[in-house]
């Protein structure tokens, strides 16, 4: 089986502050690892994808992102946010075995005050 | 800029109606999903389609049936609804492929009262 958590329902930040949005799976392989974005009544949006190779992903719009096996954590960074990201942030895990399938964490409400 | 086409946006019914959701894919995508978000955010695979086959079907309720008439639409038919299907109902869409970006349309907020 396998799971997404991401620990922190809601985050405030102020603009131009750096930011962290945590993400931790559990998976017994290396899953697809994946951040999406909704804006309100929006799709959502691709940030970024990891496999393989670097464990630091670079996404849209500044965002990066950091794998790390030995702490099961996928966690989403931004240097400096900007009060456009607000936004609902979404991390997702595609297994192996079934790669066409998105298992979605429950989502981080992020709010940049400006 | 939009690429995954849904219709309506919004839709208010009765316990026990029917109910229909299309979406559209422009990308000349393989593969489409049908996924469900409820109040809380919190979202689901439901259903995915490649060329017309049904290749996932999680355990959601026999009142839900996809349609699909070519690769570019899939369609979410809803018998009998049920006060827990409120919900927004997301249609995405892929190439055919190993862990393919998924691209989302806008959703169908469906209320039932």
């Known amino acids: 089986a396998q799971s997404v958590t991401q620990p922190d329902a809601r985050v405030t930040v102020s603009e131009g502050a750096s930011l962290q949005l945590r993400c931790k799976y559990s998976y017994s392989a290396t899953p697809y690892l994946f951040w999406y974005v909704q804006y309100p009544r929006q799709g959502l949006q691709l940030l970024l994808k990891?496999?393989?190779?670097?464990?630091v992903v670079q996404g849209v719009n500044s965002f990066e992102a950091e794998f790390s096996k030995s702490n099961s954590s996928f966690h989403l960074q931004k240097a400096s946010v900007h009060w456009s990201d607000s936004a609902v942030y979404f991390c997702a895990l595609s297994p192996m075995s079934n790669y066409n399938v998105l298992y979605f964490g429950s989502g981080t409400k992020l709010t940049v005050e400006p | 800029e939009t690429a995954v086409f849904q219709t309506p946006n919004y839709h208010v019914t009765q316990v026990g109606n029917e109910v229909s959701f299309n979406c559209k894919q422009t990308l000349g995508h393989d593969t489409m999903y049908w996924y469900k978000q409820d109040s809380k955010k919190l979202l689901k695979i439901m259903f995915s389609y490649n060329n017309k086959q049904l290749i996932v079907n999680e355990t959601v309720p026999r009142r839900f049936s996809p349609q699909s008439s070519d690769k570019a639409h899939l369609n979410l038919r809803i018998k009998s609804v049920e006060p827990e299907d409120s919900a927004v109902y997301l249609c995405?869409?892929?190439?055919?492929?190993?862990?393919?970006?998924?691209?989302f349309g806008p959703g169908t907020r469906l209320t039932v009262l």
């Open positions: 990891y496999y393989s190779g670097d464990p």
């Open positions: 995405a869409s892929s190439r055919l492929g190993g862990w393919a970006e998924q691209f």
